[in-house]
């Protein structure tokens, strides 16, 4: 009875050990102006892009976050610059929200890159089987 309990416990670690290894895709969904939002992300991004070099991240910011990704405005600037240069890591901003921001694209960190409609972008994400976090306060 005790080996056979020690093997359902092996088979037990064993698959949590290889379910950690597999790699995932995750959709971080950003709207604050707060700076702490703006700083949580990153430090969430940057932790689980070095845990999980396999996975995929993209951080998708609309409405009110418009500042994280600005060069003269952003607290996060050069941790997202670093970041983006990741091949496993995105930063996209809505051009909706660009748009009502009178924001040009040379105005963002660079190799933050911008999608049509943020909204959309984190849909088409979920639908292809990505994770969805939604950073707030």
Not at 41 to 59: L, N, W
Not at 85 to 94: A, E, H, L, S, Y
Not at 108 to 117: E, F, Y
Request: charged share 25%; with cysteine; glycine share 4%.
């Amino acid at each position: 009875m005790k080996s056979y309990l020690n093997l359902i416990l092996a088979c037990l670690i064993t698959s949590a050990i290889f379910a950690q290894e597999k790699p995932v895709k995750i959709v971080f969904d950003v709207t604050s102006d707060d700076p702490s939002v703006h700083k949580s992300t990153v430090r969430h991004v940057k932790a689980m892009s070095e845990a999980y070099p396999d996975s995929e991240f993209e951080v998708v910011m609309y409405s009110g976050a418009m500042d994280m990704v600005l060069k003269n405005k952003s607290v996060v600037a050069d941790d997202i610059a670093n970041l983006v240069q990741k091949d496993n890591v995105d930063f996209v901003i809505c051009e909706g929200t660009m748009k009502r921001y009178n924001t040009a694209s040379s105005d963002l960190i660079a190799g933050v890159k911008s999608v049509p409609d943020g909204i959309l972008e984190i849909i088409v994400k979920q639908k292809e089987g990505w994770g969805y976090i939604k950073e707030s306060k």
